[in-house]
């Protein structure tokens, strides 16, 4: 196969098809032979492209990963704008999508894409969650350096509180997404004091 577009869309058709198995039948589900079948393409297509099944599922958290990177700078150029607490409502509404969070439980399922992960991602935590408490941590310096919360507020502490928080909101397949309202309560009680305080 030649190298280029058609090899990226390829990587593509595969990512997608293994992001439909983990909506639909979770981790337990997700292999390699699923992922073709699911792609519509040769049971030699993926390992052709990566060197085995946890090289592509490393992939497929890269690439996730990778999108965040837009959330980040949307959630950043949100700095100064509106209201904290509802910027933060909406930017764990939109990192916390299905997609996201099956990914994330896939991480935790797999011993092997953890180790993988290790290797070229050292920082302690899960990652997709790791780089989400940094995205938000940026976020609230940023608001810091505003004046629009606390000056001595603990960025890093908030960031943590917040995407653990979200996490177990949105990650319990058997319920309903939580709407806006249920968001924005926890957020609400993570953020008020530093809020509050910044009047003072």
């Known amino acids: 196969m030649p190298t280029g577009v058609a090899l990226r869309d390829v990587r593509q058709q595969l990512f997608d098809a293994a992001e439909r198995i983990l909506l639909r039948d979770g981790a337990n589900g997700l292999t390699s032979r ?3 079948t699911e792609a519509g393409v040769a049971k030699g297509v993926l390992h052709r492209h990566f060197e085995d099944f946890d090289a592509f599922l490393a992939d497929l958290v890269g ?3 990778a999108r ?4 980040a ?4 150029g949100s700095a100064g704008t509106g209201d904290v607490a509802g910027n933060l409502t909406g930017a764990l509404a939109d ?3 299905p997609v996201a969070v099956a990914i994330v ?3 935790i399922f797999r011993d092997e894409l953890r180790v993988r992960l290790r290797q070229t991602r050292p920082a302690p935590g899960i990652p997709v969650l790791t780089e989400a408490v940094t995205m938000v941590a940026a976020y609230l310096n940023e608001e810091c350096e505003m004046g629009r919360i606390a000056a001595d507020a603990d960025v890093d502490a908030l960031a943590l509180s917040l995407i653990g928080a979200g996490h177990l ?9 939580p709407g806006p309202e249920e968001v924005s309560r926890v957020v609400n009680a993570v953020v ?3 809020v509050q305080r910044r009047l003072l």
């Not at 965040?68 to 959330?71: D, P």
Request: glycine share 10%.
């Open 105 to 107: 439980g896939l991480i």
């Open 73 to 76: 700078a949307t959630l950043r």
């Open 192 to 194: 008020a004091d530093v």
């Open 34 to 36: 699923a992922v073709t």
């Open 95 to 97: 990192l916390f999508d």
């Open 68 to 71: 965040l990177e837009g959330q």
């Open 169 to 177: 909101l949105f990650a319990d397949r058997g319920r309903p997404t």
């Open 63 to 65: 690439d996730r990963i």
